[in-house]
């Protein structure tokens, strides 16, 4: 009988204790991608309930996003602050050579290909918090031995909605279920029909703009219903934007090299491919003069922005098509009127992010930020210890409520300002002392040998 009092004022203890350890823990975090929302779509389309999200909180116009501007690569990105080249996701199609084998995104669930990094879901575990994602890529693949605490297997036909419902189940808890304190969730639009349509077509982008809207409106009303909305910290991003592409504007590989001669690993807009024999240069050097809205690289000349060369799983040769330009093999048909995997430094490739929630600042704007950096801020609201990452905290401490923080505006203006002041002081100095009379020169010019010609030798 002792002993059954003593256990229960033990648990009642514990009890009191973890009641006091979920009390003090910050609010929960959740994290919505779009799946291709270009960051000028806000201004293209009307957005009624995205505008009412953000001017509760902050808005960032233009994210930038990794190369190549991919779906897999920048939602990795996003949920583990790494470029492409240290997470290992490099684009949607990979080949490894060692072990003979290809990745294709969606399909492939061998965790090799991820082990390189830890996503959030898994990390936040180690602080005792319940995770989950839902259809984010990489999310039904067992990274490190763990998955969030809760997922599913990709189902591109479950709704908005329901992946939506499961969320908000799991962020409310009850009294079997832990809540949860991190969840990421995907949607495929408007990415799908960015690439069906174009994104200049007007009508079509359009009809499904207000379709994400609606599900922006959906994702407001469901966390007010649950009593979340205030309570929870709420991320609304992307991971790449869309360009026009056209049957104008098509390079064909065939037109400069042998299709047997190589081993294609991605086609476009960024070709990945190993040449079959010799040496990659004598493949690279006719590549390199092939269309003048393609630029070929040799890996090792991969410029260091983009941060891609430094993995062992990148090809040999890649070749980078100009913004709206599509890569074939051969032929004149278009696969897509829509695409991306361009350049990471075109605004067309950037998303946006809307974030609002107690810990964010109200109607703040800001023009930009990395991509990279979401990861250190998300951790940083959930008081996580981030794993090493190319991301900074710094970046986006504006964004957050109560923080002291330098405008990005107003630290370039200052730096403007001092550099204006110093080149003024400069030239001031030059000035005087061009002007001062050159006393000396005279007198040592009386120590000139006979045999020196007339220039002075001073200076
Ligand atoms: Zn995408």
Known sequence: MLLKILLGFLCGLSSLAEARDTSQRPPPLLIVSFDGFRADYLQKFPMPNLKLLYSQGVLVEHLNNVFITKTFPNHYSLVTGLYAESHGILASAMYDPASHKPFRAGRDKDPTWWNLA???????????????????????????????????????SMTFQERLGNVVNWMQGNRTNETVMFAALYWEEPDRSGHIFGPDNMTAMGKVLKEVDDNIGLLVSELRRANLWGRVNLLVTSDHGMAQCSAERLIRLDDCLNSSSYTLVDLTPVTALIPKQGNPEATFSLLNKCHQHMTAYLKKNIPERLHYRNNRLTQPIILMAD????????????????DHGYDNSL???????????????QGYRTRELQSVDIYPLMCHLLSVTPRPNNGSLAHSRCLLAGETCMEPALVAGLVVIVLVVLTVITVLFRLLRSRRPAGPRPFRRLQLDDDDDDEPLLE
Do not use: C
């Open 118 to 156: 830890e996503p959030l879901w898994n990390t936040a575990q180690d602080s005792g918090y319940k995770t989950a994602a839902v259809m984010w890529p990489g999310s039904d693949v067992t990274i490190r031995n763990r998955t969030a605490t809760h997922f599913f297997r990709y189902n591109s």
């Open 323 to 338: 913004e709206g330009w599509t890569i074939v093999q051969s032929g004149n048909k278009l696969p897509r009127l829509g």
């Open 347 to 361: 605004p067309s490739m950037h998303p946006l992010l809307a974030a609002a929630g107690p810990s964010f600042r």
